[in-house]
């Protein structure tokens, strides 16, 4: 069992940038899969970005060209670059690790965006 924490948010004007961190307590690469949710005010929690233990991506349409989803093994960490933000990426976001052997799935706490137009 692993805890994820992530960090990074905050208040940004339109076009500006973030990177948000999640900190994982064990191997990533013990799940088969990572990513990126967000849930808005009112919204239901959508995938943003997720990763395979592989490296193969996948993002939302909404965030592509503009988002991108890593890792670094040396620090256990997944990150998600935000450039070009818009009013619309304000959420809360969330960072999830999936096992699919046995059907594991951990969520971190979340942390809040919010872009100003």
């Known amino acids: 069992q692993v805890q994820l924490v992530e960090s990074g948010g905050g208040l940004v004007q339109a076009g500006g940038s973030l990177r948000l961190s999640c900190a994982a307590s064990?191997?990533?690469?013990?799940?088969?899969?990572m990513g990126w949710y967000r849930q808005a005010p009112g919204k239901q929690r959508e995938l943003v970005a997720s990763i395979t233990s592989g490296g193969s991506t996948n993002y939302a349409d909404s965030v592509k060209g503009r988002f991108t989803i890593s890792r670094d093994t040396a620090n256990n960490a997944l990150y998600l670059q935000m450039n070009t933000l818009i009013p619309e990426d304000t959420a809360v976001y969330y960072c999830n690790a999936k096992r699919f052997l046995n059907g594991v799935e951990l969520w971190g706490q979340g942390t809040q965006v919010t872009v100003s137009s």
């Open positions: 064990i191997n990533i690469f013990a799940f088969n899969a």
